[in-house]
């Protein structure tokens, strides 16, 4: 016997309606690539959203076509999420720091059909738009006064005047819930980057699942200010998250600085705020430098690599609680998220540190399980660590194309990521599985020789990668930069490991640079680094 429920698709417009009906006088605030402050409503939004869409059927874009974006967090790019997807056609974001024939080979992979860019971006798109072959559109996300004279993109159009010639009566059209909505192209580490294709349910399940209490925590009472860029995996979900809550949105443009970001914290006054470890790093030097504190920010969510102590030390000084989150492109992101069970909240101070410092848990949609080589299950004990795998309807089945073949294992995406998984269900990542270091058949988690590195306070950033080794397979060795006007020695440095780790884990040797490489998405590069590294001769080898 059937449920008597009504049968309503989760669709992406759904959240924007609502957040119009709802909340529709909560704000949006965008830094401007134009240079000023724009601020309007979700209301408006809405009305924005649906003259777009009206747009895009004027400009022959049909459902499941593919829209490229090339933009910064701002209002327009917002636009873009809703009406691509409201209309049944697919939001591709492609990240702009990208190598440009990767972006080339992603675009034309995805078939987009139109493209809409920042101003910032349209020397790139010039020199690009000869390569993408699908491209029949391009938009540049800007009035009439900011167009170029002069350009070689040819028909090139004005977002806004596209706007202009539309009224807001539209009515968002029902379909399947399963109907494609959004692609994100994850780089991986070997072979042509990959598209993960969301659906329409999947996006409403992750934006509720991220705004629970034990994720991202979201309310109407909040403002967020999303540093995670649209480009990336959706912002984390934000957008979607903060439609259905009516949660304030903070856009802060391509200005990303420690100044830029603290000014926009204060002015708009923001309660939370989401990003990767190097923006926050930046965050926290102008904040120590100049003397200065938050006055509303209560929450920081990190995540796209390992939060360092250090990180959660300084916020902690500041007031600021810190959400450690771990997720990927292939799960919409969101994976976990540490935060404290009730029985936790008795205990001392730097236990519950050492509970939250971890990647956290599963939040409802989320299941997982950590395996052997021999995919043998591995008990959730917090010492056995093992390759960690997922499933859940967030979660991919396969790639668009299907490229790479089934990526599953039984049933569950490998993620290839090592980690060990407590009593309590809190999972610690020990590292990358392409990254962690084998010496003399055991493992060495770079992250926590990372972390120690930057606990020290002469070094500005490091990374901890295995050398090839005649006896123990690979030893470990730390890459570092010094802040400006300090100095540290190999010694100094590799004192500092002593009675914090295992005497084995020590690295091998210590060298110092100017810079270190990072991915697109502002990671270190560990390949770059390994690839750079691997003539180089151990001390003692
Ligand atoms: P991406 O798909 O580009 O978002 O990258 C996902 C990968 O980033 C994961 O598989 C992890 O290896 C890494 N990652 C994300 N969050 C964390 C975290 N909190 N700690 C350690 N690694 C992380």
Redesign the pocket.
Known sequence: MHGLMMDMPLLISGLIRHADRHHGDTEIVSKRVEGDLHRYTYREAHARARKLAKALGRLGVKMHDRAGTLAWNGYRHFEVYYAVAGTGSVIHTINPRLFPEQIVYIANHAEDRVLFFDLTFLPLVEKLAPMLTTVKHYVLMTDRAHMPGKTGIAGLKCYEELLAAEDDGYEWPEFDERTAACLCY?SGTTGNPKGVLYHHRSTILHAYGGALPDVLNLSSRDVVLPVVPMFH?NAWGLPYSCAAMGTKLVFPGQHLDGRSLHELFETERVSMSAGVPTVWLGLLNHMKEHKLGFSTLKAVVI?????PPAMMRAFDELGVQVL??????EMS?LGSVATLKEKHLRLPKAQQTAILMK?GRAPYGVDWRIVDENGKELPHDGKAFGDLQVRGPWITSGYFKDEGGNPLKDGWFP???VCTIDADGYIQ?TD?SKDVIKSGGEWISS?DLENIAVAHPAVQEAAVIGIKHPKWDERPIVVAIVKKGQSLTKEELLKFYEGKIAKWWTPDDVVFVDDLPHTA?GKLSKLTLREKFKDYRLPAA
């Open positions: 994850t995996v995540g796209g690599s390992a939060c450690h989150a771990w997720g990927m492109t992101p990647q993620t290839g990521d990542i990358r992250i998405t």
